[in-house]
Nanobody, 127 residues
Framework: QVQLVESGGGLVQAGGSLRLSCAAS????????MGWFRQAPGKEREFVAA????????YYSDPVKGRFTISRDNAKNTVYLQMNSLKPDDTAVYYC????????????????????WGQGTQVTVSS
């Protein structure tokens, strides 16, 4: 069982930055690939970024590519999402997710592929 707790959300002006954190419990954290998703009001939950269990492979959705960076610190059981050049369209509840992964470089970008989810953290970007 893995428990995920997100933090770092808040209100920021367009063009600003935020860093989200997702702290995970569990002794086998290093076996899990991680992802970030977001859900805006009235919209489906959408993929944002993913990272392999080794941290060596990352993947981003087109809307955030070049602005967001996903990373992980396996010693701290934590995954991060650095968000720069934020836009009002980035306003959403952000969720981290995890799943066991066999291969070091595998990543996953559909919500159905993930097993565990955090409770979400709100990010609001004002214009």
């Amino acid at each position: 069982q893995v428990q995920l707790v997100e933090s770092g959300g808040g209100l920021v002006q367009a063009g600003g930055s935020l860093r989200l954190s997702c702290a995970a419990s569990g002794r086998t954290w290093g076996n899990y690939a991680m992802g970030w998703f977001r859900q805006a009001p009235g919209k489906e939950r959408e993929f944002v970024a993913a990272i392999s269990k080794s941290g060596g492979t990352t993947y981003y959705s087109d809307p955030v590519k070049g602005r967001f960076t996903i990373s992980r610190d396996n010693a701290k059981n934590t995954v991060y999402l650095q968000m720069n050049s934020l836009k009002p369209d980035d306003t959403a509840v952000y969720y981290c997710a995890s799943r066991q992964s066999t291969y070091l470089s595998s990543f996953y970008y559909t919500k159905d592929e993930y097993t565990y989810w955090g409770q979400g953290t709100q990010v609001t970007v004002s214009s």
